[in-house]
Protein backbone atom coordinates (compact mmCIF):
# COMPACT_ATOMS: atom_id res chain seq x y z
CA UNK A 1 0.00 0.00 0.00
CA UNK A 2 1.21 3.37 -0.80
CA UNK A 3 2.03 6.49 1.14
CA UNK A 4 1.98 10.01 0.31
CA UNK A 5 5.72 11.49 1.02
CA UNK A 6 4.27 13.49 3.81
CA UNK A 7 2.83 10.69 6.13
CA UNK A 8 5.92 8.07 5.13
CA UNK A 9 8.26 11.19 6.84
CA UNK A 10 5.86 11.16 9.93
CA UNK A 11 5.62 6.88 10.08
CA UNK A 12 10.08 6.81 9.90
CA UNK A 13 9.77 8.93 13.31
CA UNK A 14 9.46 5.50 14.58
CA UNK A 15 12.21 3.48 14.26
CA UNK A 16 10.19 0.13 14.66
CA UNK A 17 8.38 0.52 11.23
CA UNK A 18 10.52 -1.51 9.51
CA UNK A 19 8.02 -1.04 6.90
CA UNK A 20 7.78 2.43 6.33
CA UNK A 21 11.67 2.69 6.64
CA UNK A 22 11.61 0.23 3.72
CA UNK A 23 9.63 2.01 1.53
CA UNK A 24 11.89 4.94 2.64
CA UNK A 25 15.13 3.81 1.71
CA UNK A 26 13.48 2.34 -1.47
CA UNK A 27 12.69 6.10 -2.58
CA UNK A 28 15.54 8.27 -1.53
CA UNK A 29 18.55 5.53 -1.93
CA UNK A 30 18.28 6.28 -5.33
CA UNK A 31 18.88 10.03 -4.75
CA UNK A 32 21.91 9.18 -2.28
CA UNK A 33 23.51 7.02 -4.92
CA UNK A 34 23.39 9.05 -8.03
CA UNK A 35 24.28 12.44 -6.07
CA UNK A 36 27.15 11.22 -3.90
CA UNK A 37 29.03 9.27 -6.89
CA UNK A 38 28.67 12.44 -9.28
CA UNK A 39 30.29 14.42 -6.05
CA UNK A 40 32.94 11.54 -5.56
CA UNK A 41 33.88 11.45 -8.84
CA UNK A 42 34.62 15.22 -8.29
CA UNK A 43 37.32 14.99 -5.43
CA UNK A 44 38.61 11.57 -7.15
CA UNK A 45 36.90 8.97 -5.05
CA UNK A 46 36.19 5.75 -6.78
CA UNK A 47 33.45 3.11 -6.15
CA UNK A 48 34.18 2.19 -2.43
CA UNK A 49 33.75 5.07 -1.07
CA UNK A 50 30.37 5.78 -3.05
CA UNK A 51 29.06 2.24 -1.52
CA UNK A 52 30.61 4.12 2.54
CA UNK A 53 29.36 7.45 2.34
CA UNK A 54 25.52 6.51 1.17
CA UNK A 55 25.72 4.15 4.21
CA UNK A 56 26.76 6.70 6.12
CA UNK A 57 24.19 9.24 5.28
CA UNK A 58 21.44 6.38 5.85
CA UNK A 59 22.50 6.03 9.18
CA UNK A 60 22.91 9.41 9.61
CA UNK A 61 18.97 9.39 8.38
CA UNK A 62 17.66 6.92 10.81
CA UNK A 63 19.51 8.65 13.89
CA UNK A 64 18.09 11.98 12.81
CA UNK A 65 14.76 11.47 11.50
CA UNK A 66 13.04 10.19 14.54
CA UNK A 67 13.76 13.92 16.06
CA UNK A 68 12.71 15.62 12.31
CA UNK A 69 9.71 17.66 12.06
CA UNK A 70 8.68 19.13 9.06
CA UNK A 71 9.02 23.19 9.48
CA UNK A 72 8.23 24.52 6.10
CA UNK A 73 9.53 27.91 7.81
CA UNK A 74 13.21 26.38 7.41
CA UNK A 75 12.78 24.43 4.35
CA UNK A 76 11.70 21.25 2.76
CA UNK A 77 12.44 17.66 3.53
CA UNK A 78 14.36 18.10 0.10
CA UNK A 79 16.37 20.64 1.29
CA UNK A 80 16.93 18.54 5.23
CA UNK A 81 18.11 15.44 3.41
CA UNK A 82 20.44 17.68 0.89
CA UNK A 83 21.98 19.04 3.99
CA UNK A 84 22.38 15.93 5.54
CA UNK A 85 23.95 14.29 2.43
CA UNK A 86 26.41 17.32 1.45
CA UNK A 87 27.67 17.36 5.10
CA UNK A 88 28.68 13.85 5.41
CA UNK A 89 30.29 14.18 2.16
CA UNK A 90 32.00 17.25 3.26
CA UNK A 91 33.28 15.16 6.55
CA UNK A 92 33.95 12.22 4.67
CA UNK A 93 36.41 13.97 2.87
CA UNK A 94 37.63 15.91 5.91
CA UNK A 95 38.48 12.27 7.48
CA UNK A 96 40.69 11.27 4.75
CA UNK A 97 42.38 14.67 4.11
CA UNK A 98 41.42 14.68 0.61
CA UNK A 99 41.13 18.49 0.33
CA UNK A 100 40.48 21.91 2.62
CA UNK A 101 36.95 22.01 4.12
CA UNK A 102 35.48 25.35 5.00
CA UNK A 103 34.72 25.63 8.30
CA UNK A 104 31.84 24.56 10.31
CA UNK A 105 28.98 27.50 10.53
CA UNK A 106 27.29 28.26 13.20
CA UNK A 107 24.46 26.18 15.00
CA UNK A 108 20.66 26.35 12.86
CA UNK A 109 21.67 28.63 9.63
CA UNK A 110 19.11 29.35 7.54
CA UNK A 111 19.35 26.01 5.09
CA UNK A 112 21.06 26.38 2.11
CA UNK A 113 19.79 25.77 -1.41
CA UNK A 114 20.28 22.40 -3.13
CA UNK A 115 22.01 22.32 -5.89
CA UNK A 116 21.21 21.09 -9.64
CA UNK A 117 22.50 18.12 -9.32
CA UNK A 118 20.55 17.20 -6.20
CA UNK A 119 17.41 18.41 -7.31
CA UNK A 120 17.93 16.03 -11.13
CA UNK A 121 18.55 13.09 -9.21
CA UNK A 122 15.68 13.22 -6.88
CA UNK A 123 13.29 13.98 -8.86
CA UNK A 124 14.55 11.47 -11.64
CA UNK A 125 14.29 9.11 -9.09
CA UNK A 126 11.08 9.99 -7.98
CA UNK A 127 10.50 8.97 -11.70
CA UNK A 128 12.15 6.13 -11.72
CA UNK A 129 10.15 4.78 -9.04
CA UNK A 130 7.06 5.56 -10.35
CA UNK A 131 7.72 4.40 -13.48
CA UNK A 132 8.84 0.64 -12.09
CA UNK A 133 5.74 0.02 -10.56
CA UNK A 134 3.70 0.81 -13.29
CA UNK A 135 6.36 -1.37 -15.78
CA UNK A 136 5.30 -4.17 -13.74
CA UNK A 137 1.19 -3.44 -14.57
CA UNK A 138 1.60 -2.89 -18.08
CA UNK A 139 4.54 -4.79 -19.65
CA UNK A 140 2.70 -8.38 -19.26
CA UNK A 141 -0.33 -7.06 -20.39
CA UNK A 142 0.50 -4.84 -23.05
CA UNK A 143 4.68 -5.01 -24.00
CA UNK A 144 4.44 -3.09 -26.98
CA UNK A 145 2.80 -0.10 -25.22
CA UNK A 146 5.31 -0.36 -22.37
CA UNK A 147 8.48 -0.42 -24.91
CA UNK A 148 6.52 2.92 -27.09
CA UNK A 149 7.13 4.39 -23.81
CA UNK A 150 10.09 3.61 -22.36
CA UNK A 151 12.13 4.20 -25.79
CA UNK A 152 10.37 7.35 -26.90
CA UNK A 153 8.97 9.00 -24.06
CA UNK A 154 11.84 7.74 -21.53
CA UNK A 155 14.95 6.94 -24.09
CA UNK A 156 13.62 9.99 -26.39
CA UNK A 157 14.13 8.13 -29.23
CA UNK A 158 13.15 8.51 -32.37
CA UNK A 159 9.16 6.93 -32.73
CA UNK A 160 9.80 6.00 -36.21
CA UNK A 161 12.90 3.71 -34.88
CA UNK A 162 10.75 2.10 -32.33
CA UNK A 163 7.71 1.68 -34.70
CA UNK A 164 9.90 -0.08 -36.76
CA UNK A 165 11.18 -2.58 -33.82
CA UNK A 166 7.91 -3.17 -32.70
CA UNK A 167 6.06 -3.15 -35.87
CA UNK A 168 3.81 -0.99 -35.26
CA UNK A 169 2.58 2.62 -36.14
CA UNK A 170 4.51 6.04 -35.24
CA UNK A 171 1.49 7.06 -34.19
CA UNK A 172 0.44 4.27 -32.27
CA UNK A 173 4.14 4.87 -30.61
CA UNK A 174 3.46 8.51 -29.95
CA UNK A 175 -0.37 7.39 -28.67
CA UNK A 176 1.24 4.69 -26.21
CA UNK A 177 3.93 6.97 -25.08
CA UNK A 178 1.50 9.95 -24.48
CA UNK A 179 -1.23 7.68 -22.40
CA UNK A 180 1.46 6.11 -19.76
CA UNK A 181 3.40 9.70 -19.57
CA UNK A 182 0.33 10.79 -18.65
CA UNK A 183 -0.51 7.67 -16.11
CA UNK A 184 3.12 8.35 -15.04
CA UNK A 185 2.93 12.21 -13.89
CA UNK A 186 -1.00 11.22 -12.15
CA UNK A 187 0.90 9.02 -9.92
CA UNK A 188 3.82 11.36 -9.15
CA UNK A 189 1.62 14.43 -8.10
CA UNK A 190 -0.46 12.14 -6.32
CA UNK A 191 1.94 10.48 -4.32
CA UNK A 192 4.84 13.07 -4.01
CA UNK A 193 3.01 16.56 -4.80
CA UNK A 194 5.14 18.13 -2.06
CA UNK A 195 8.21 17.32 -3.91
CA UNK A 196 6.80 18.55 -7.08
CA UNK A 197 5.61 21.37 -6.53
CA UNK A 198 8.70 23.07 -5.48
CA UNK A 199 10.84 21.49 -8.46
CA UNK A 200 11.25 24.65 -10.03
Known sequence: MSTTRISLIER??????????SEFFALYE??????VRAHSQCRGMGGPDVDDLV?????????KLPNFTLDKSRGRFRTFLYEVTSNAVIDYVRSRGRRPV???????????????????????????????ELRE???????????SFEEQ????????????????????????????????????????????????
Open 102 to 132: PQPEPPEPPPQPPDDGWDAAYLRAILDKVAA
Open 153 to 200: GLKGRPAKEVAAELGISVDSVYQNSSRLMKRVEELCRSRYQEDLAHAD
Open 12 to 21: VSNPEDQEAW
Open 137 to 147: QVYPKNPRQWL
Open 30 to 35: PVLISY
Open 55 to 63: QTVLIKLFR
